[in-house]
């Protein structure tokens, strides 16, 4: 489990910002960490900003919602440049489903932590296909604390770092749920993929 560094740290000029990434497969349970992250620092009572890319409505237009229905509101952003301009003098920046925003999210996450913010980001960290989910590989670099989240392979019930889509579909981008994703473990999914 993720301890949090310096969460009772009252006084605004010692803090020190951080990138912390939460990272796995679809039904990891990376916002189901996030949410508990978060609901951790509103406890603590620090000033907490979410923020979700506005095209994930899956499970509500406005909330962060896990898996297994936790949700935490947030703010639905078109760009990562929206984000500087929303933060404002918060203490800790949640955001979801980063692989959804473009690479400027890595200087975005640069300026909020550098300003002296918490900064928690959430999200896949390869594709359907196998591979680096962008831009998750220039944040796992330059987080000073990374967590890697395990589903559980829907077909033989080892540990799961894989999201292997369900439809012939070859879109990189394909928001979708159990009907159109399962997770599953290295050895199931390089066997479909073959």
């Given amino acids: 489990?993720?301890?949090?560094?310096?969460?009772?740290?009252?006084?605004?000029?010692?803090?020190?910002?951080?990138?912390?990434?939460?990272?796995?497969?679809?039904?990891?349970g990376k916002t189901e960490e996030l949410i508990r992250r978060l609901n951790r620092a509103l406890i603590a009572k620090q000033k907490?900003?979410?923020?979700?890319p506005s095209i994930d409505k899956r499970y509500h237009e406005l909330d962060v919602v896990s898996?297994?229905?936790?949700?935490i509101r947030s703010t639905p952003v078109n760009f990562a440049e929206d984000i500087?301009?929303?933060?404002?003098?918060?203490?800790?920046?949640?955001?979801?489903?980063?692989?959804?925003?473009?690479?400027h999210i890595v200087h975005i996450a640069n300026v909020l932590a550098n300003g002296g913010k918490r900064v928690i980001l959430a999200g896949?960290?390869?594709?359907?296909?196998?591979?680096?989910?962008?831009?998750?590989?220039?944040?796992?670099?330059?987080?000073?604390?990374?967590t890697k989240v395990h589903a559980i392979c829907m077909k033989c019930g080892d540990l799961a770092s894989y999201s292997y889509r369900l439809s012939d579909t070859k879109d990189k981008v394909m928001l979708g749920e159990k009907d159109s994703y399962e997770a599953r473990c290295r050895k199931c999914f390089y066997e479909e993929k073959n």
């Fill in 84 to 103: 500087l301009l929303l933060a404002g003098d918060c203490d800790v920046v949640g955001i979801d489903e980063v692989q959804f925003f473009d690479n």
């Fill in 48 to 52: 907490v900003e979410i923020f979700k």
């Fill in 67 to 71: 898996h297994n229905e936790n949700a």
């Fill in 1 to 28: 489990m993720f301890i949090e560094p310096f969460i009772s740290i009252k006084n605004k000029k010692d803090k020190k910002g951080h990138i912390e990434v939460i990272c796995g497969s679809m039904f990891s």
């Fill in 124 to 146: 896949l960290d390869m594709d359907f296909e196998g591979k680096a989910f962008e831009p998750m590989p220039q944040l796992l670099a330059i987080a000073e604390y990374v």
